[in-house]
């Protein structure tokens, strides 16, 4: 019988074995040892048509719900912005979409320019002088720079803060365990890196300084005395970014950054259960051949004209193996390609815009919710378009009365931290994507619950 | 415009005041900003951003597809890389709103169907590797090797054997191995290839020892060649009390044919942007689950996907002996969504014919070109084959110019001067998913381009000369980076 998408005849297949010289296609796998080679079929459902696996994924997208039909007040690392529809339309189209790493530069001119511009992008939003192709998400960028840092610096300690996203810590620990560097994790107070637990710790036995802006619980951290404070110290000023955030807030070089790292994912990319995203990572210039991934440069033909060439690559592990930056090899191009397409549909003042109604509508709807009785910020430091609240009963009760509304999230707190102390708190992210409507359901079923 | 003209950059596009997208009007009542953002956290000027009309940004995005190669473009007979049809129902699936538009904070009890999807593609994993449990969390097959490595070191901490430091990799390795070892702070040992292309068996029984901590092996090899002694090489190796990793990047030649598990390996990774059909959207995303054995499956990264006793799905966070998380959240989703789609599309039988088919297609042209190149190692192949351009390079033609000649015909080259091992390297992989004309045209293509090594070798050295492009520089792009656009330099 037939499978789709195998594209021989039978007859094909037969001509062909008899040019190759076999008598059958399991003379080709005589290389096998016999007593592994397969009996049986593996044991897996038979094959679907076309329609039949369609009905199959539809039921499966049904059993989830979707925050397209349903309004959510979830972020903590994954954000739901609107999105132009021009964005999907030119990034999925396929030669961009069914190409590999652009190897063979004179016939990937397309992803090549594109990821040239997305660097430049990456720059001129975070103020930094080079930046990568792309790596695989927030998390997974923050480790690399923090490896990043130990090659650099050579010292043996990455210190962050609690204020970190808590998975962004987890996959910190994991990769730095790894490799035996110690990792410190200092407090937060008020939900802010607490920086005077820091001074102890500013000598060349530390390789970086880790933050997050806006940081886990929505907050703005004090990266500008952060910075005063690095800037005499032989550490490497880490910060990682939301974005979006960038249309507002100052830029990371502007405040003594040496690497810039973030989640890409609210650029134009769907929330995805979490992934595919890209991470991104740009750099101060003397940074660049210790920066792990693919980096695309300008370069010309024999006739002057101007082309894109991946660059740089004896930093990479099919050149340098084992010496490499990173092991990094496939990294994130289609959704940093998508990223690009956001910030180039969306424009300076596009971008500005969205970043500047998030904030307005996350400080309207905090300003509502302490306004009810029993309800209170937990937190009194400025933040962006997170914030956490205090409610008067269990947050997973919340949780569940907001899902009988049909509205998803806030995230009850509860679900990242063990400490008793987090019951009743949850995070709330309103961004541009929340009408005045849906912000008013919320707040009547909040000023229900009991 | 035609394809050929050179596309001005975004940065060079637009005008001051341009847009191609307005939000609705803000709804609820607004404050100053600076009465919400503290004045010295304020951006003083907006980013540079582009100021484009959406048709600009429409046809400059046009334009760049245009100058780009894809499956859905040409052949691409590009070596370890598995370019196989990218399937659009595939796609259709990943952009239904109930599996693109969920977040991963959401109540559980609202996204059962992804993690039933989940759930289900990892049993579907774990049966063709022939091995217990998988996560799907690492993003590539990288990120799946540096996974499977912290496994391997968790594993012998636990059992008191901390101090195995020393990884085995061939010399025939894909970079990433050492790499991702180095990454998880081993010391590499390299171990060369024997004359029939496989692991040097008297070589590793040199180096194997007390201090071994694992192998890593990708079998079919990068020469394409299954290697005979694979079982006394995976024994060699846990006798000494090592472990065995496979890198699964060429498991495309043996899916229904013969399981890494059985073969002796402890742990693999999938790359499903190779072997399960999605799509590699010019350099990832990817994704690259690890399946293991039972003794590592304490060890496995958070979350697992575990079914309760009321059937239903949980993420299960909270595993004492995990080496943690390695990534955000639950790995690639929407990745695993397409390769899901491959799985229940092809079923057994269809998995087992796309092997079949992509090592005949391979042994088919393979034989057709052995006269005209080097086959450095004759013998029955894979899913791929390497030929030498030794023969070419003493006209003064590098694999590297026939690599460039081929880009005139619409058709991607092979990779090249991979593995190390071969002088001049070609490494050819057509996959399961050509017609026999295509393949038919590759070889026809391949001949001529022997042919005119012998009568014209200067113009190869030239090549490409169809492309939008000429041969571009690389050497010069390296020397003097030059990595972003910048205002000053455009005006003159």
């Known amino acids: ?450 | 415009m035609a394809v050929n003209q050179q596309i001005p950059l975004l940065m060079e596009l637009g005008s001051p005041g341009r847009r191609a997208y307005y939000l609705p009007k803000l709804d609820i009542p607004s404050k100053p900003v600076d009465e919400i953002i503290p004045k010295n956290l304020i951006r003083e000027e907006p980013a540079s951003l582009p100021e484009l009309s959406e048709l600009e940004a429409v046809r400059h995005y046009t334009g760049l597809s245009r100058r780009n190669h894809g499956v859905d473009v040409g052949f691409y007979p590009l070596g370890s890389c598995t370019m196989k049809y990218n399937p659009k129902i595939n796609e259709d699936l990943a952009s239904l709103p109930g599996l693109a538009e969920i977040h991963p904070y959401q109540p559980e009890e609202t996204v059962q169907g992804a993690l039933q999807l989940m759930y289900e593609l990892e049993q579907d994993l774990c049966e063709i590797a022939g091995l217990d449990r998988a996560t799907l969390s690492p993003a590539a097959g990288a990120h799946g090797e540096l996974t499977g490595l912290m496994l391997i070191k968790a594993y012998h901490e636990a059992g008191g054997e901390g101090h195995r430091d020393e990884i085995i990799v061939p010399d025939a390795a894909h970079g990433t191995n050492p790499a991702s070892a180095a990454m998880c702070g081993y010391k590499i040992v390299e171990v060369p290839s024997d004359e029939r292309g496989g692991v040097s068996v008297e070589h590793l029984r040199q180096v194997v020892g007390p201090n071994t901590a694992g192998l890593m092996l990708t079998n079919p090899n990068t020469l394409g060649l299954f290697d005979e002694n694979i079982l006394t090489i995976t024994e060699l190796v846990h006798d000494a009390g090592g472990l065995n990793y496979y890198d699964g990047a060429n498991a495309n030649a043996i899916l229904g044919k013969c399981r890494a598990g059985d073969m002796g390996f402890d742990v693999v990774h999938f790359n499903l942007h190779k072997t399960f059909s999605t799509p590699h959207g010019g350099g990832g995303p990817g994704s690259g689950p690890i399946a293991v054995r039972d003794i590592l499956v304490p060890f496995l990264p958070t979350p697992t996907v575990e079914k309760d006793s009321e059937d239903c799905f949980v993420l299960q966070h909270n595993r004492s002996k995990s080496i943690g998380k390695v990534k955000g959240f639950y790995g690639n989703f929407l990745v695993l969504v397409r390769a899901y789609g491959y799985m229940r599309t092809m079923g057994p039988k269809g998995l087992k014919r796309a092997s079949e088919d992509a090592v005949l297609s391979a042994n088919y042209i393979m034989e057709r070109l052995k006269d005209v190149y080097n086959l450095p190692y004759d013998r029955v192949c894979m899913h791929e084959f390497v030929l030498s351009a030794v023969m070419q390079k003493k006209h003064g033609v590098t694999a590297q110019d026939i690599a460039k000649r081929l880009l005139d015909y619409n058709i991607h080259a092979p990779t090249v001067y991979f593995p190390m091992i071969v002088e001049e390297a070609l490494m050819i992989e057509p996959t399961e998913t050509e017609t026999k004309a295509e393949l038919d045209a590759f070889i026809e293509v391949m001949r001529n381009i022997a042919a005119e090594v012998l009568e014209s070798p200067e113009k190869l050295q030239q090549a490409p000369y169809h492309t939008v492009i000429g041969r571009l520089d690389e050497t010069q792009a390296a020397r003097r980076p030059i990595v972003r656009w910048q205002a000053a330099e455009t005006e003159e």
């Not at chain 1, 990568?132 to 990043?148: F, Q």
């Not at chain 1, 990792?183 to 880790?210: C, H, Q, R, W, Y």
Request: glycine share 8%; net charge negative; with cysteine.
């Open chain 1, 1 to 450: 019988m037939g499978h789709p998408y195998l594209s021989l005849t039978d007859e094909e297949r037969l001509q062909m074995l008899s040019d190759v010289g076999v008598g059958s296609v399991d003379e080709l796998f005589v290389d096998i040892p016999s007593e592994i080679l397969l009996k049986n079929d593996l044991e897996m459902p038979e094959g679907l048509s076309e329609s039949e696996l369609w009905a199959h994924g539809r039921m499966l997208a049904e059993r989830n719900m979707s925050l397209d039909s349903n309004p959510s007040f979830l972020g903590a690392g994954v954000y739901q912005h609107l999105i132009p529809s021009a964005v999907k339309h030119v990034a999925n189209r396929s030669e961009f979409v069914t190409a590999y790493t652009p190897y063979q530069a004179e016939i990937s001119q397309g992803v090549l320019q594109a990821i040239f511009e997305y660097q430049t992008l990456i720059c001129q939003l975070t103020g930094m002088d080079v930046a990568n192709a792309s790596l695989y998400d927030g998390a997974t960028g923050l480790a690399e720079a923090a490896l990043m840092a130990v090659a650099t610096t050579r010292g043996k300690r990455v210190v962050t803060f609690e204020s970190l996203h808590p998975d962004y810590l987890a996959v910190l620990a994991t990769y730095l365990r790894a490799v035996d560097t110690e990792l410190v994790v200092l407090p937060a107070k008020d939900g802010l890196a607490d920086i005077e637990s820091l001074k102890p710790f500013l000598n060349e036995e530390t390789a970086a300084v880790m933050v997050q802006q806006p940081n886990f619980f929505g907050l703005l951290e004090p990266v500008d005395a952060l910075g005063d404070l690095l800037k005499e110290s032989p550490s490497l000023f880490v910060a990682s970014v939301n974005p979006i955030s960038l249309g507002i807030l100052q830029a990371p070089s502007a405040y003594g950054a040496d690497i810039v790292v973030g989640e890409g994912q609210p650029l134009g990319n769907p929330l995805a259960f979490g992934g595919p995203s890209f991470g991104f990572m740009a750099v101060l210039d003397k940074y660049i051949r210790r920066m792990p991934g693919r980096i695309v440069g300008q370069t010309a033909d024999k006739n002057g004209n101007r082309g894109f060439v991946l660059t740089l690559q004896t930093r990479e592990q099919h050149i340098r193996r084992h010496r490499a930056t990173s092991n990094i090899c496939t990294n994130a191009a289609h959704s940093a390609l998508i990223g690009a397409v956001y910030l180039a549909v969306l424009g300076k003042q596009g971008l500005t815009e969205v970043a500047t109604q998030c904030a307005q509508k996350a400080h309207y709807t905090a300003e509502q919710i302490s306004a009810i009785p029993g309800w209170e910020l937990v937190f009194s430091g400025s933040f962006f378009h997170e914030f956490v609240v205090k409610a008067p009963i269990c947050a997973i009760e919340v949780e569940r009365a907001l899902l009988k509304e049909g509205i998803v999230g806030g995230l009850p707190l509860s679900k990242v931290y063990d400490d008793k102390k987090w019951e009743n708190t949850m995070l709330f992210c309103v961004t541009e994507a929340r009408t005045a409507r849906e912000i008013e359901h919320l707040l009547q079923v909040l000023r229900e619950v009991k």
